[in-house]
């Protein structure tokens, strides 16, 4: 599969963004798919994550409240909206797939779930 990000760029403070990852090769509703970011001299992190089966979602505590994970089928697209940005969330997102279903053995939380990344969108928030 491969994976294409997109809808990053530069949004003040208390906005909003989508950012879409559009999948070719696989079907989106069949597999894992997270969200990472990597903020300006840290380490990648965890952002949210929606499951193949039942389309369940998971967000980490930093963004509870403001981003939401969604799947489009028809679309083969998976999305993250981002409301209520704020200069923490300025970092690279990274969407990637669970192929092998690592989600057996591994929490989606975890990078070393996933076997596919797209290429990641600058999110920058200037306050």
């Known amino acids: 599969v491969q994976l294409q990000a997109f809808g990053g760029g530069l949004v003040q403070a208390g906005g909003s963004l989508r950012l879409s990852c559009a999948a070719f090769?696989?079907?989106?509703?069949?597999?894992?798919t997270g969200w990472f970011r990597q903020r300006p001299g840290k380490e990648r992190e965890f952002v949210s994550s929606?499951?193949?089966?039942?389309?369940?979602?998971y967000d980490a505590d930093s963004v509870k409240g403001r981003f939401t994970i969604s799947r489009d089928n028809a679309k083969n697209t998976v999305y993250l909206q981002m409301n209520g940005l704020n200069d923490e969330d300025t970092a690279v997102y990274y969407c990637?797939?669970?192929?092998?279903?690592?989600?057996?053995?591994?929490?989606?939380?975890?990078?070393?779930?996933?076997?596919?990344w797209g290429q990641g969108t600058q999110v920058t928030v200037s306050s």
């Open positions: 990637a797939a669970d192929l092998r279903g690592s989600g057996f053995y591994l929490p989606s939380t975890e990078s070393r779930a996933y076997n596919y």
């Open positions: 929606i499951y193949s089966s039942g389309g369940s979602t």
């Open positions: 090769g696989r079907t989106v509703s069949t597999y894992t």
